[in-house]
Each structure stands twice: as structure tokens, then as C-alpha cells.
């Protein structure tokens, strides 16, 4: 097969003919028709639909897409899908449909900013990068660059050809063949001079070592690339070699929702002890989506969506980066061949079509925290990233909706029995009851994933504890219902956000006997034992307490007043709870109904998971007992003194 020159191509495709695209000669199993949007006819749209999957991709810059409000799909899904069925036998129905979606092209041409754009069913747009093929070498910004070298409006079609190998389907209808690394080659010589290396370098001091700065600068752009080179570069040997995308949120503020701050430390630590490397810093933000759509990602995926979803929602592939830039800044280093600091074997095959020979490929591992396990997870398994399970962190799978999901939340004062409904909840195969996931000192998860849930620290927790809920609910272990319990005053913004939410069902227990919940709570804050599981020591001695009537009955208005705060929201926002009572807990039919509030399956035993420490009589507990007795006497208070049984 033999593959036309691109200024023989271009008089074909100036004129209105198809153009296929393949890699090179040695690729060109499968290829692409390329057309000029502004030359299509119902006969070329019709010749398209007959030999492809029958969506045909519309290829626009994004200035165009944004100017006409058009969403674009990515390319990667769209050459992978097929088009409504039709008889392509049918041949007057194939010529209405490829005279209509002719038509509609040259509208979308023509289109003013602010005018509807209709857009056939069999047409998809795409958003070319910005650069070509210098900077992202798809189909897509073959097109255009092809329509810019014809000299025609910067608009193109593209579709995927259903007949293999392409050079035989080439031959047969008398099309040309153009290789993507010769339109490459010819787009570099064209745009020679484009990348400016800006002069006087200067000196750069770092907590790694000095480094020396250079600047390139795409002139029709206006974007400068920064490199960084430690030692002498262009002698030959194998150059150690970072190449960095542009990360602001990770790279200056610190983000911990990617690596790639840690990433561009450990890179200029290893150049640094090298003594020899070159560290390019492109200005490609978001893996080529820029910031703004980068944190419109970071909002879906807030919702759930993985990275690479997010991406697609916006209508971007997973990734629009290229390294067309990278290679041109190495040749003009005199850098031939380099050790790749990278865990993206994408990059590497990037720069080898770019003409720079990687001779190996150096792991660039950092560790993974709470915040960016998901992340790297989600390059690891759909971006091909070279990582294992342990540099990626946990496994933990999440949720993209609450579908199908019951949330429910446990209100209580202190030591009215809220662990104890926990673990209780917790036996049940259907039901994850987390504990004390707000406790101001420490983050208890359910007591079965103790050891396989970490979804942040203490200081995460407490920065955003709405966004620390939301992971939560989201960690999907397999459960239907989940839950935790929250304790008066233990973090007023999820208590108010739990509250307003009617999706998250109430469930409140109260201790009938205020004394021994004030009681039970002092002997807790002096021993530190707030709760006891088999197996685990408890201290013999049980300390005396002084009971101070003021501080009981103060203690006793403060759990009122929580109590009367939460029937009073859920009163005014007409929501339901289920009211539960410590001392009636034991009690299968109080567990059946509690079972039947939480749509749990009936009849499943809760199993005990914690033993009660404290003593039958409180005459055992409190130190001054007798005077206290006096004072209540006559008091409501006073049954509750003397009640036995906790």
C-alpha cells in the first residue's frame, strides 16, 4: 500500500473527495474517511453512512462548539458506537437521509451565535484540540488540520470504516491514504518556528537542588512551557525525564484529590539526586479540559461519577492530552532518548510517535490518601495506568446515586443505649450501622469494616464533615441500608443537615431513668470505657460518684432540650421516626418494629455485641446516695433514684 503524499491528498480533499487515515503503512488494518465539512454533498454523506457505522463525526474547534452552545461527545465513545438502524439497501431511503444530514452541515456552518442548532441523529460532534495533530494526533484534529491546509473553514467529517484492511477499501474506490505520522511530520514542518524558545535562562534554586529554567512559547497561543534541566542535557546518553501536565489545585494549593503535587516533588527529587534531568512543565491543565471544566468534574464527581465519567458528562474524552509539544521541546534540547518518569504508558507511546526513543520507563509512585485512592483507582483500572492495588490505596467502591439505598441516622443523648442499638442494627446481614463517626476525637466506622474503611482524617473530617458524610453513605460494601449514630453535640452542621433531609429516616432513643444516664455518662468520662465487646478487659473497679443536684438537673435539661430540639424540625418539616426506648430494647417485638421501620428483613435474630458493666442498684455507684435521696424526695426524680435494673 502505498501512502500518497499530503499535497497530493490535499487536492483531493480540497475538492471534495474522501481522504482515509491510517497510522502508517505498517497500521493500516484499520482507518478513517476524512471530509471537508464545506464540501459535502448527499452523495459523500450518503458514501460515509453506507461504510461506516452510520453516525458520521463532525469535527469543530471548541471555539465553534462553545459559540453555538453544542455539547460535544467524546471521540473515544464515538467511533465505538453505531447509529440507528436502517436498510442501507434501501436506496431512497439512504439518499433522503444523506441529502437531509447534508443539509443540516452546512447550516451548522453557517450558524450564528444565539441560533438553535439542529443537529441530525447520525451526526455527532467533536471537539478537536486545539494544536492539531502536533498536539493530540486523532482523526479528529487530522480533519481540520487537513480543511486549515486545503485553505477551507476549519470544519470536517470523520467516520470510522466498517471495511478492513483500510488500504484494500482504498484501493478499491480510488481514494488517497494518508499515514497520521506523515500529516504529523508535514504539520511540524509547517508550523516550524511556532514553538519559540524564549532566551536567557535563568537560575532556579530549589529545595531539591538548582535547576536551570528555560520558556517555550506557542505564539499563536500564547501558552509557555516551562523547563526545568539539572546538569548537561543533549550529550547522548539516555536523559532521566519528567514530563508534567499543569495540575494548579494539586500542584500550588495542595489538593489532595490527585497525586499530582506529590507526583512533581518526587520528580524533581529524583533529578535532583540523578544530578542529570530535564522536568517539562506543559501548560495542559485538567489533562487538556482546562481549570473551570476541571472543577465542573470535581462537582460531579462529588456525585459520584469517577474521573474519567465526570469527563464524559462534559462531553470530553478521559483525556486530551498530547505530548506533540513535549517532543518538539526534547529535539530541540538535543534529547533523544530518555528514561520516562511516568506511570502512563500512554505518554510513552506518545513521545515515541513523537520521534523521542524511551529506553525505559521509571515508576512515579506516591502514596495514596482517603481523598485520592478513588481517583487512582479509576486511572489504574479505565486509564491503564501502571499501578498496583497497594499504590492505589484501599479498595473501596462508590456509589454514584443513593438509588436503591436507605440511610438512616440514630439521634441520641450520651449513654442512652445508642451503641447498643448499633451493634445490635449491625448483626443484621442487610444493615451497616456506623458509630462514632463524629466523635471529636477519633472516627469509629461499623465494627466489621474497622480494619477496610479510611475515608479521611480527623482534620478532613472536620473541614467539610457534609462532604465526609457523603463518602460515607457512598462506600458501597454491598449493604442495602446504612446508618450511624449521632450523639448530642457531636458536630452541629451534620446534625442540622441529617435533620432537614427527609430521604434519611429518624431513628431516636432515650433512657427512661435520667439519673443512671447522667450516672453511666460519669462513670464513662472517668474510666474512658464508653463501651465493652467480648473479649475485651474491663476495669473491676467501678469508682463511686458525687452526685451534685445541679449538675444532674442541669444535665437533664440539656438532654430535654436536645430531645425537644429534633421532634420540633421534624414536626415542622412533616417528616416520621421511629421513637425507641433504652429499656425496652431487649424486647423482640421493640426489635421487630424497628426492623419494619428500616424495611429491614423481618425475623433475623440481632445478635448482642456489647456487654452493660454497670451495677443492678446505683446505691453501689453513687457516693452520696443518702443525701441525695433526701433531696429528691417527693421529686419525680426520686422512683428513678431507687428503680432497679439498667
Not at 482546562?290 to 474521573?307: A, S, V
Not at 484501599?394 to 446515586?401: E, F, H, L, N, S
Not at 451495677?615 to 443518702?626: H, M, S, V
Amino acid at each position: 500500500m502505498r501512502l500518497a503524499e499530503i499535497g497530493e491528498a490535499l487536492a483531493d480533499f480540497r475538492s471534495g473527495r474522501e481522504i482515509v487515515l491510517v497510522r502508517d503503512e505498517e497500521h493500516a488494518a484499520d482507518g478513517y474517511l476524512l471530509a471537508a465539512a464545506e464540501k459535502a454533498s448527499a452523495g459523500s454523506v450518503a458514501f460515509q453512512l453506507r461504510h461506516g457505522p452510520g453516525l458520521i463525526g463532525l469535527a469543530m474547534t471548541p471555539e465553534r462548539l462553545d459559540t453555538l452552545g453544542i455539547i460535544p461527545t467524546p471521540f473515544d465513545q464515538s467511533v465505538a458506537a453505531r447509529g440507528p438502524s436502517m436498510d442501507m439497501g434501501d436506496e431512497e431511503a439512504l439518499a433522503r437521509a444523506a441529502e437531509e444530514h447534508a443539509a443540516a452541515v452546512h447550516e451548522l456552518i453557517d450558524l450564528a451565535a444565539g441560533e438553535e442548532a439542529a443537529i441530525p441523529e447520525r451526526i455527532v460532534p467533536l471537539r478537536a484540540a486545539w494544536g492539531g495533530v502536533l498536539v493530540c494526533p486523532t482523526p479528529v484534529e487530522a480533519v481540520l488540520d487537513l480543511a486549515r491546509l486545503a485553505g477551507l473553514r476549519p470544519m470536517g467529517l470523520v467516520c470510522k470504516l466498517s471495511s478492513s484492511p483500510a488500504g484494500d477499501f482504498a484501493a478499491h474506490h480510488g481514494l488517497k491514504v494518508v499515514g497520521m505520522t506523515h500529516l504529523i511530520d508535514h504539520c511540524r514542518r509547517q508550523a516550524h518556528g511556532r514553538l519559540v524558545r524564549l532566551p536567557e535562562p535563568a537560575r532556579l534554586p530549589t529545595r531539591y537542588g538548582v535547576f536551570s529554567a528555560l520558556v517555550y512559547e506557542e505564539p499563536l497561543s500564547g501558552r509557555q512551557h516551562m523547563v526545568l534541566i539539572m546538569g548537561e542535557v543533549g550529550n547522548g546518553s539516555p536523559m532521566l525525564t519528567r514530563v508534567h501536565s499543569e495540575c494548579l489545585t494539586g500542584d500550588a494549593l495542595g489538593s489532595l484529590r490527585c497525586d499530582c503535587g506529590p507526583q512533581l516533588d518526587l520528580a524533581l527529587k529524583r533529578i535532583a539526586e540523578s544530578g542529570q534531568g530535564v522536568l517539562l512543565y506543559l501548560r495542559q491543565e485538567g489533562r487538556g479540559i482546562g481549570l473551570y471544566n476541571k472543577l465542573k468534574t470535581y462537582t460531579l464527581q462529588e456525585k459520584g461519577l469517577d474521573t474519567v465519567e465526570a469527563n464524559e458528562r462534559l462531553g470530553f474524552s478521559p483525556d486530551l492530552r498530547d505530548y506533540g509539544i513535549a517532543s518538539q521541546i526534547l529535539s530541540d534540547l538535543g534529547v533523544r532518548e530518555i528514561r520516562l518518569l511516568t506511570n502512563n504508558p500512554k505518554k510513552v507511546r506518545s513521545l515515541e510517535d513523537g520521534g523521542v526513543r524511551v529506553v525505559e520507563r521509571v515508576p512515579l509512585v506516591v502514596s495514596a490518601s482517603p481523598e485520592s485512592s478513588f481517583y487512582l483507582q479509576t486511572k489504574r483500572d479505565k486509564m491503564d495506568h501502571l499501578l498496583t492495588p497497594d499504590e492505589t490505596g484501599p479498595a473501596v467502591t462508590r456509589r454514584k446515586d443513593f438509588k436503591g439505598l436507605l440511610r438512616f441516622v440514630i439521634l441520641a443523648a450520651p449513654r442512652t443505649g445508642s451503641n447498643w442499638l448499633c451493634t445490635l442494627l449491625d448483626s443484621h446481614h442487610e444493615i451497616l450501622c456506623h458509630h462514632e463517626i463524629f466523635n471529636p476525637e477519633r472516627i469509629l466506622y461499623a465494627r466489621s469494616l474497622r480494619d477496610k474503611l479510611d475515608l479521611g482524617t480527623l482534620e478532613e473530617r472536620d473541614r467539610d464533615p457534609l462532604r465526609f458524610l457523603d463518602l460515607t453513605w457512598r462506600a458501597d460494601f454491598g449493604y442495602r441500608i446504612i446508618g450511624f449514630k449521632l450523639n448530642r453535640g457531636q458536630n452541629e452542621e451534620v446534625f442540622r443537615g441529617v435533620l432537614a433531609d427527609p430521604d434519611i429516616r429518624k431513628i431516636i432513643i432515650r433512657r427512661q431513668n435520667r439519673i443512671k444516664a447522667y450516672v453511666s455518662e460519669m462513670i464513662a468520662l472517668q474510666t474512658g470505657e464508653w463501651e465493652s465487646y467480648p473479649g475485651m478487659e474491663i476495669g473491676k473497679q467501678r469508682p463511686h460518684i458525687a452526685v451534685e443536684l445541679e449538675a444532674l438537673r442541669r444535665h437533664i435539661e440539656n438532654n430535654k432540650s436536645y430531645y425537644n430540639r429534633v421532634y420540633e424540625a421534624l414536626h415542622a418539616t412533616g417528616q416520621t421516626w421511629l421513637d425507641l426506648q433504652y429499656e425496652k430494647l431487649a424486647n423482640e417485638d421493640e426489635r421487630a418494629t424497628l426492623l419494619q421501620f428500616l424495611s429491614a428483613k423481618p425475623g433475623v435474630p440481632l445478635r448482642e455485641a456489647t456487654r452493660k458493666q454497670n451495677p443492678e442498684d446505683l446505691r453501689d455507684l453513687i457516693a452520696n446516695f443518702t443525701e441525695l435521696g433526701a433531696q429528691l424526695r417527693g421529686t419525680e426524680l426520686e422512683a428513678e433514684l431507687i428503680a432497679p435494673g439498667l
